[in-house]
């Protein structure tokens, strides 16, 4: 399974970004997806996690209320909405899935990663 992420960019402080995650590959084997983040100088943090059927979604503390995450199985993306942007949402925004179907806050529980998307909000 590979997972491509994009939609990151330059923003100012209380605007809104939706960061999309395609998966290719074996892509019927993925269950739970997710967004996770790593800020410099920060260990990398989870943000958001969707399982395959969309029935259960977790948010960090500081994501919710302002962050959406979704999935599209019919094209394997994931999304995360993101509104209200702060500049402590700064950081590089990873996409990462797994086989499990169980939602995991875990980073170490996922198998497959993207590359990274750049989000950085100005104050």
């Known amino acids: 399974v590979q997972l491509q992420a994009s939609g990151g960019g330059l923003v100012q402080a209380g605007d809104s970004l939706r960061l999309s995650c395609v998966a290719s590959?074996?892509?019927?084997?993925?269950?739970?997806m997710g967004w996770f983040r790593q800020a410099t100088g920060k260990e990398r943090e989870f943000v958001a996690a969707?399982?395959?059927?969309?029935?259960?979604?977790y948010y960090a503390d500081s994501a919710k209320g302002r962050f959406t995450i979704s999935r599209d199985n019919a094209k394997n993306t994931v999304y995360l909405q993101m509104n209200s942007l702060k500049p402590e949402d700064t950081a590089v925004y990873y996409c990462?899935?797994?086989?499990?179907?169980?939602?995991?806050?875990?980073?170490?529980?996922?198998?497959?990663w993207g590359q990274g998307t750049q989000v950085t909000v100005s104050s």
């Open positions: 990462a899935a797994d086989r499990r179907l169980v939602v995991t806050l875990d980073a170490a529980d996922y198998g497959y």
């Open positions: 590959g074996h892509t019927f084997s993925i269950g739970v």
């Open positions: 969707v399982s395959r059927s969309f029935i259960s979604t």
